[in-house]
Structure formats: C-alpha cells, structure tokens
C-alpha cells in the first residue's frame, strides 16, 4: 500500500514520463473518481507539492549532535593492561584479600587453647580472735592474734595430647600468738598432672579446631581465587563489550555515510529529473536515521567505558574518571576447521576434566568434607564417658628465714605425693548425641554437595564448549554475509544511476548491510567472550592470561608485650604528646636567643 502510495504521488506530480512510474490505466484507477476533475486535479497536485518537500527534514540539528561531541583525555589500553589493572585497584579484590588474613587469625586463636596460663595471688590476713574460756582460765590467754602474708604462683596449660598440668608455688609468713611473733616461712612446689583416658584423649580431638581452621585458611583462599577469576573474566568481557561498541559505531559511521552518498546520488538524479522529490526526501530519511542510530551507538560506547572503569575503579582525584578510553586489541578468531569440531567431543572432555581439578569450587567443597569430618571427631569424643588418671608430687619446706625455705624445698624437707583417677559418666547424654547426629548429617550434607558441584561445573563446560563452536561458525557464516550484502549495496546502487530502482530499495539494501555487519561484529564478540567463558568454566582463565595466583602475606598479630600492656601504651603516648608540646613551646626561646 506504502509504495502504491509512493507511485500515485510521483506520477501526479511529474507525468508519465518516469521509467519507474505506472503506466496511465494504472494511475487513472488509483486515483479516486472525484479528482479526475481538471480543477481538483491541480489542487491535489499542489498539495501533493507541499507535503514532498524536500526540506521537510532537517538534518544539520541531528549532524550538530553528532559531531557535537566534547573533546575528552584519551587513555589507550591493550587487554593485558587493563587486567593488571583490576589485579590492583578492583574493589571486589581488595575487599575479599582480607578473608584469608582474617582466617590466619583463626589460626592463631585455636593455637591459644595451649598457651600456659600464668596466675599470681597475694594477700595480707591481719585478725584477733578472743579465746574460749578454757584457754583463758588454763592456759592464761584471752586472745590471739595473727598476722600471715600468702602469694601463690602458677603456670597452668594443656598438652596437644590432652593432658594438663599445673606447676603451683606456694609461699607465706606467719607471726601468731603461738609463736610468739617469731616470723615464719613456709613454701611448697608441687606439680599436678592429669591425663584423659576416654573423653578428650589425643591429637586428633584436642588439635580439630586448629586444623578446621587451617581448613578455613585455605578454603578463604580459593574464594579469592575464585573471585580473582570471576572478576577478570568480567573485565575481559566488559573490554570486549567496549571494541564491540567501538566498532558498532564505526558500522554506524559507514551506514550513515552509505545514506548520505545515496542522497547526494539522489540529489543529481532531482536536478537532472530523473529522480522525484519524494526519492530525495526517503534519503534524508534514511539519513536522519542513520544519525539517530550513530548517536545512540556512541552512548552505548560510554556505558561499555563506564562498566569497564567501574571494574578498574579508574578516577580523578577521588571522582569517577571521564577520560575517553581506547581499547588497542581487536577480536582474532581462528578460521573454521572443519576437523576440530569433528572431535569437539575429546576436548569437552579435555575441558570436564580441567574444571574438575582447578576450579575453587571443587577444592572448597572438599576442604567442607574435612571440615565436617573433624567436626564428626569432636562431637563424637563427647559420647565417651570422662575417665582421667591424676598425680602429683610436691615438696616444700618450712623455716624462720626465707631463703632456709628454698632449701628446703629443694632438699624435700616436707613431701607428698598422690594418685587416683575421676570419672563422670552423663546419663542420657542428650546434648553430645545431638551434635553428634547434626555432624554426621554435615558431613553426608557436604558429600552430596561436592557431587553438586560436579555436576553443575559439567554443565558450565559444556555449555560454554557449546557456546564458542557456536559462535566461531556464526562468524564464518555472518562473514559472508557480510560479503554478499556489500556486493547487494553496490549493485543496486548502480542500478539506481541507471534509473532500474528505487532510492527505497537501496535504503533497504543498505540496511540490510548494517544488519549483516552488525551481526558480524557481534558474532566475533561472542566468540571472544564464549572463548573467556570456556577458560572461565575449565579454572585455566588465569593461566591463559600468564597471571600467577598467589595469596596476600599474612601479618603478625599484635605483640605480646603490647597485648598485655595497653595502658602502658597510652601512657606512653601521652608522654610522647607532652614531650612534643613542651619542646614546641621552646623553640621560638631558642631561636629569639641570639637577637
């Protein structure tokens, strides 16, 4: 009906004359029986006129728009350069790097179950007691009176076998009634052991936390690896996202100047009368178009620049960075090979089985597995019943003077010794049974889980194996495309010189070569992110890149002279601060001293 329409209005406006318009028994019957009058006719004619005016489009408001753009800084990247990049500033990175430090610390708490423990008590008794009156009537005393200092000293702590100790030193003075205020010293050393023979016996159940922690080190540490993978595949793909953008713009580029030449084409063909106005108007059209498509390109090219400076978390003095960037790598897909695809089959496997032993996710899955089983020990350590064999030995001795004391206990002048054994047995035991039953289920829970993950990394592989044959055949078959749309454009122009077409047709040729070409480009694309997707699946994407993995260094934890001592911390940085003030107020004395 549109190109009816078309052929109705050319042929009333420039006669029979035209080797595209109608013959007259065609236009006669098209055109309605009340303008067959000579007096509507020319009415028509000139309305007709006025409606295929070809200044009815302006193109310089939208050429404006588009060449209007505001020079930028330009920054010219490769691929490899814009990795390195993310490696260094991408927030992502930088926030998990601290997992695995955090874990370390884990570490070292669990390790704290076996430090000795140091206590120290001290204490002064000053007391009168008032005497029964036995003593008071026999032995002549009302009351008595007693002063006696105590200290005590030990180190207590737990072996990696379970056994605990005790080192307990004893040591007082004493000056009673008794005594007549004569001051005595006594003191003792004794050693106390106790050894578990049931419940809490062993390396493995006394050293379970410090390895389910060391587990949790290195599962932290394939989560950055995991997020290190992930991360730079997105920055390829946003990189890749950006050469497309470019390159779309340069498709746009071309599409417009193929509009634009077939308007100057069409132009000629107006003064030369060979063409209607109504051609002329199609191809600022199609012009008009074209531009619209080019502006709308070169936005999407600043969100591809935005997204990829987001992943490199590129700024400006604290702000987001408008520098223009140029990305110099252009997308290289290997040509067809027929006998590759052949045994596609070998290299899924090939890639199956690289997914299955480099992927965090399998080593993750894993070290859940042993979490669960070290968990399983400890839970089922508390089903036993508590049976401890004890003993201790202790030696001391007792003088009027301290260091006699000392002597005394290093020749045993008083001595002891014990052994005996506790045990405890819960009835019913209900709390240790239910932990026990929910680390059993952890660990089948962690089991079917690993078999998940295998499975859903199997189907990444294929997928993504999928995806890049799929799209190396699509760039093959769009490339010729391609091909046979450019020879469509420039035939069919030259039918338009020679008068055998329309400016209609070839704006729909050409249109079908930006099409062509567009898919061409987003088929190499494609390619080249399937191709990262592959290299993401298989847990190879990093070594494809040549970037070697290695996890931050840990840091030493505070000191233990200042773990113990924070208010000797701030005293000393008060008197640093002090020092500073006074010594600033004395300056300007010193420098006003030789005037």
């Not at 700024?315 to 040509?335: A, M, N, W, Y």
């Not at 030259?494 to 088929?523: F, H, N, P």
Request: aromatic share 4%; charged share 30%; proline share 3%.
């Amino acid at each position: 009906m549109y190109g009816l329409r078309l052929a109705l209005v050319a042929a009333m406006v420039f006669g029979e004359g035209m080797a595209w318009a109608p013959d007259n028994m065609a236009v006669a019957e098209a055109i309605p029986p009340m303008a067959t009058d000579s007096g509507a006719r020319v009415q028509v004619e000139s309305t007709v006129r006025r409606e295929i005016d070809v200044d009815l489009i302006d193109l310089d408001r939208l050429r404006e728009a588009v060449e209007g753009q505001r020079g930028r800084d330009r920054l010219r990247l490769t691929l490899e350069e814009c990795v390195y990049l993310a490696l260094d500033n991408n927030q992502e990175i930088l926030v998990t790097e601290y997992e695995p430090l955090k874990s370390e610390t884990d570490i070292i708490a669990a390790r704290g179950e076996f430090d000795p423990l140091l206590s120290v008590t001290a204490g002064y008794l000053r007391a009168t007691q008032e005497m029964s009156p036995e003593y008071k009537r026999f032995g002549g005393i009302d009351s008595t009176e007693v002063y006696r200092t105590t200290s005590s000293t030990s180190v207590a702590g737990k072996l990696h076998w379970g056994t605990a100790y005790s080192v307990l030193l004893d040591l007082g003075k004493e000056e009673t009634t008794w005594n007549s205020f004569i001051e005595e010293w006594t003191g003792s050393l004794a050693l106390t052991v106790s050894q578990p023979l049931l419940r809490g016996r062993g390396k493995g159940v006394n050293l379970a936390r410090i390895r389910m922690a060391h587990c949790g080190r290195e599962a932290s540490e394939h989560q950055l690896r995991l997020v290190v993978m992930n991360t730079i595949a997105e920055v390829v793909k946003a990189y890749w996202d950006l050469v497309g953008a470019i390159e779309a713009v340069k498709v746009s580029e071309e599409s417009l100047a193929n509009a634009e030449r077939l308007l100057e084409i069409s132009k000629k063909r107006l003064a030369i009368g060979t063409a209607a106005a109504i051609e002329v108007l199609q191809a600022k059209a199609g012009v008009a178009m074209r531009q619209s498509d080019l502006i709308a390109a070169r936005a999407r090219v600043a969100d591809a620049e935005d997204v990829l400076k987001h992943l490199l978390d590129m700024r400006d003095s604290g702000v987001f960075s408008t520098k223009q960037l140029i990305p110099l790598d252009r997308p290289q897909v290997t040509e067809l090979n027929i006998d590759e695809l052949a045994r596609s089959d070998l290299d899924l496997e090939e890639s199956v089985a690289l997914a299955l032993k480099h992927r965090p996710e399998i080593h993750m899955a894993q070290l859940e597995i042993e979490n669960a089983k070290l968990e399983r020990t400890r839970t089922s350590d508390n089903l036993l019943p508590e049976f401890n064999l004890t003993g201790s030995v202790s030696q001391g001795g007792r003088d009027h003077y301290m260091k006699r004391v000392f002597d005394g206990i290093r020749e045993r002048s008083d001595n002891a010794y014990t052994v005996g054994f506790n045990a405890s047995v819960p009835l019913g035991n209900r709390g240790a049974r239910g932990a026990f039953e929910r680390a059993e289920l952890g660990l089948r829970q962690a089991e079917q889980r690993l078999a998940k993950t295998k499975q859903e990394l199997m189907l990444k592989v294929r997928l993504a194996s999928r995806a890049l044959h799929t799209s190396q055949i699509l760039v093959e078959s769009n490339r010729q495309t391609r091909a046979l749309q450019e020879t469509n454009v420039v035939a069919e122009e030259k039918r338009l010189r020679l008068g055998t077409t329309t400016s209609y047709r070839v704006l729909q040729i050409q249109e079908d070569l930006t099409a062509a070409q567009t898919q061409e480009l987003q088929a190499q694309i494609g390619y080249e992110k399937a191709l990262v997707e592959l290299r993401l699946s298989e847990g190879a994407l990093l070594d494809t890149l040549g970037i070697e993995f290695e996890t931050p260094a840990s840091e030493p934890p505070v000191t233990y002279v200042k773990s113990i001592t924070p208010e000797c911390k701030r005293l000393t940085g008060w008197v640093a601060k002090v020092r500073g003030k006074d010594a600033q107020e004395k300056t300007p004395d010193k420098e006003a001293a030789p005037e």
